[in-house]
Structure formats: structure tokens, C-alpha cells
T-cell receptor
Framework: GNSVTQMEGPVTLSEEAFLTINCTYT??????LFWYVQYPGEGLQLLLK?????DKGSNKGFEATYRKETTSFHLEKGSVQVSDSAVYFC??????????????FGRGTSLIVHP | DTAVSQTPKYLVTQMGNDKSIKCEQN?????MYWYKQDSKKFLKIMFS?????LIINETVPNRFSPKSPDKAHLNLHINSLELGDSAVYFC????WGRGTTYNEQFFGPGTRLTVL
């Protein structure tokens, strides 16, 4: 079956520090890869995605590159802000049932950014 | 205009009671989901419906019963609530079809259920 492994948190950084959250996956097919973000008290929302090898997803200063050879999709940001404090979920999905994309989520990594 | 909405946002109830959570999406999506998120933020898929038909039914106690009156609504009914049911429940939706544009999930704001 499919699985996603991401680094345990919390990750605690000072403002303007560099962020990396590691994510690796196993999949039986050729999945699409995602990062979702959950701000306190809210639902998850898509941060970025990549649908094929070597694609780079980017949004709000965050980036992640689909690395098929290392089965990884690490999330990076050059300079974090206090407002980036949230829980980040790595996820994958593939076509499990003729058009039904069943997602597999990692366990989430909490990011805390101090002023 | 809210894309995926859930009611209620908070639900506090006693053990043994029966309760329902409602979910509606106005995105025109064909597929809807229920997830349970525990206190450690672990997200577990419970059910998925496509065009009112159940397509995913993970290992969930049969006290949980989803109902989809139409493709824009997916409600979750829980019988005989237990302490371990306390969690945040998220509804989500996605489009249906082959191709990579169909695999993004849109989440509701969540319902925090507390069983006393």
C-alpha cells in the first residue's frame, strides 16, 4: 500500500530562518504529491503540489520538488515568518478506483516560528 | 462564499448520545469525504462518497454512518457516542475524473466533538 513519512515535530525556528521539512513516500503507482497546511483552528488547505517527476511546486515562498529517484518531496522556505506557524502535511494520491483519488497523508509536522 | 461548510463547529455531548454532523459543498464536486483528526493531528480517512455512492469505508465502528442525500451533501451520524470519539472531524470534497486536475482535496473548517 501507499505511505507517507514526514519528520516529527515540532520544528521551532526564529523568524527569517531557513525551513526544511522532510517527506518521503512509497507508492504502488505514479502518484501526485502535495503539501497541505493547517493553521490553528482551521481545516487543511492546499499549499502546493507536483504531479510528475522533477516538477517543482511553489506557493507563498514555499517550494518542494518531486524527486522520483529518492521518493521524496521535501518542503523548503528561505525565510519563515511568525504567520507560517501551522501544521504541515505531506500527502500523495493516485488513481485508486477509476477516477477516485484516495489520498494518503503523513502524520503532520508542527512548525512554530518565534519573533 | 464558503466552499465546504460544516455544522456545528463545536459539539459537546454526553456518552451514549446520538449526534449528527452536516457537510455541504458548493464546488460542484462529485466526491466527498469524512476524516477524523486526533489530538496529535493524525488524520485518518473514514468514508468517501462519489455521486451519493459509498466508495471508501475504512475500518470504522458501525456506530458511524454516513449519509449522502445528494452529491453536494454528506452527513455523518454517530450512535452511542464514546469517550474515544472525541476528535475533530473534517469533511472534504474533490472533483472526479482521470487526470491530475482531479486530485486536490478541499477541506471544511472542522467540527470539534467532545464526549463527556
Amino acid at each position: 500500500g501507499n505511505s507517507v513519512t514526514q519528520m516529527e515535530g515540532p520544528v521551532t525556528l526564529s523568524e527569517e530562518a531557513f525551513l526544511t521539512i522532510n517527506c518521503t513516500y512509497t507508492a504502488t503507482g505514479y502518484p501526485s504529491l502535495f503539501w497541505y497546511v493547517q493553521y490553528p483552528g482551521e481545516g487543511l488547505q492546499l499549499l502546493l503540489k507536483a504531479t510528475k517527476a522533477d516538477d517543482k511546486g511553489s506557493n507563498k515562498g514555499f517550494e518542494a520538488t518531486y524527486r522520483k529517484e529518492t521518493t521524496s518531496f521535501h518542503l523548503e522556505k528561505g525565510s519563515v515568518q511568525v504567520s507560517d506557524s501551522a501544521v504541515y502535511f505531506c500527502a500523495l494520491s493516485d488513481d485508486a478506483s477509476g477516477g477516485s483519488y484516495i489520498p494518503t497523508f503523513g502524520r503532520g509536522t508542527s512548525l512554530i516560528v518565534h519573533p | 462564499d464558503t466552499a465546504v461548510s460544516q455544522t456545528p463547529k463545536y459539539l459537546v455531548t454526553q456518552m451514549g448520545n446520538d449526534k449528527s454532523i452536516k457537510c455541504e459543498q458548493n464546488l460542484g464536486h462529485d466526491t466527498m469525504y469524512w476524516y477524523k483528526q486526533d489530538s496529535k493531528k493524525f488524520l485518518k480517512i473514514m468514508f468517501s462518497y462519489n455521486n451519493k455512492e459509498l466508495i471508501i469505508n475504512e475500518t470504522v465502528p458501525n456506530r458511524f454512518s454516513p449519509k449522502s442525500p445528494d452529491k453536494a451533501h454528506l452527513n455523518l451520524h454517530i450512535n452511542s457516542l464514546e469517550l474515544g470519539d472525541s476528535a475533530v472531524y473534517f469533511c472534504a470534497s474533490s472533483a472526479w475524473g482521470r487526470g491530475t486536475t482531479y486530485n486536490e482535496q478541499f477541506f471544511g473548517p472542522g467540527t470539534r466533538l467532545t464526549v463527556l
